[in-house]
């Protein structure tokens, strides 16, 4: 398998759209890296490069230290899983994934074996005879996946291939995915999605893309707990992270904050003697919220609406005006606090500081 390399990639259509910008990045063999990002940030177009469908307007993409941008996309050693299957109706399971051998003359035995062994793979040997139109889109998914796996290609490609799949057949073909990459450690993956919850699972590495370029790269953990911007922040994580202006009145090790309209709180962001009084955006995720008789650390707030999930409670909150709800995701039930009045407060290890979008931790 290979790594990939893209090195100051820039996408502008028409000379002046400047849709991406400045994108460096290192994929290793065997990494499943995932790209993340709202709708229109560039996700797909980045995947699109990578394959050889998009030219790239500035920069250069290399695969195993060699530079394709100009290689046309049949010759990058790439495979790719479109959002739809796009399967050929009329051919059965075994002909859809052995075309492209057949088109590259390889012998049929070698073609034989190759379509046998990826389907045993993939859960697919009872249905090679079937027509598209026989499958589940979870069983199409899985021939489109195969029909990439026997290319043996250098770098496999996903561009959202579970979002038109139903909630429940999501979860059992992004399981499959797992266990596909767990049979094959040396593949190099790409994988686009909206859904981080595919993308926490799956993902070695996720890339967040935002504002025409990256705005964190880093392991599923390291961006849910330590983010550098207030956009991954909120991005990463269900529901996004809350976040309290407050101003700093205690700095060194743990730091002590005053949050406007509320109390008090503490961080182990550590801050200095010049961050004294310092504007900045408390952030605490609505999982680590807590409820507390304390008088102080404290921020007080009236329960609006109370979402009982069975495992877990989802409290709405009132917020200071033209912010969004402030929310408090608890253990367990508790139906009886809608309209009550409750205080909320968080261990300094789960509170973030940021200061004009950016985390103090990284400075």
Known sequence: MANL?????????????????????????????????????????????????????????????????????????????????????????????????????KPKAEIDATIERVAKTLQLGELLDR??????????????????IVRNPKVYLFDEPLSNLDAALRVATRLEIAQLKESMPDSTMVYVTHDQVEAMTLADRIVVLANKGIAQVGTPLELYESPQNEFVAQFIGSPAMNLFPGKVIGTGDVTSLRLDGGGLITSDVPTTDEDMGLTVNVGVRPEDMLITEVENWV??????????????????????EGQAPWIAKLPG???????????????????????NGQSLLYR
């Open 131 to 148: 027509l598209p139109k026989a499958l589940s889109g979870g069983q199409r998914q899985r021939v489109a996946i195969g029909r990439s």
């Open 5 to 105: 390399k893209l090195t100051d990639i820039a996408k502008t259509y028409g000379g002046t759209v400047n849709v991406l910008n400045n994108i460096n990045l290192d994929i290793q063999t065997g990494e499943l890296v995932v790209f993340v990002g709202p709708s229109g940030c560039g996700k797909s177009t980045l995947l699109r490069m990578i394959a050889g469908l998009e030219k790239i307007s500035a920069g250069t993409l290399e695969i195993d230290g060699q530079v394709v941008n100009d290689i046309p996309p049949a010759q990058r050693g790439i495979a790719m899983v479109f959002q739809s299957y796009a399967l050929y109706p009329h051919m059965t399971v075994r002909d859809n994934m052995s075309f492209a051998l057949k088109i590259a003359g």
């Open 333 to 355: 039930i508790h139906n009886g606090l809608r309209g009550q009045s409750v205080r909320l407060t968080a261990t300094p290890a789960k509170v973030h500081l940021f200061h």
């Open 299 to 320: 921020m007080e707030c009236t329960v609006n609406i109370i979402e009982a999930l069975g495992d877990v409670t989802v409290l709405y909150f009132d917020s200071l």
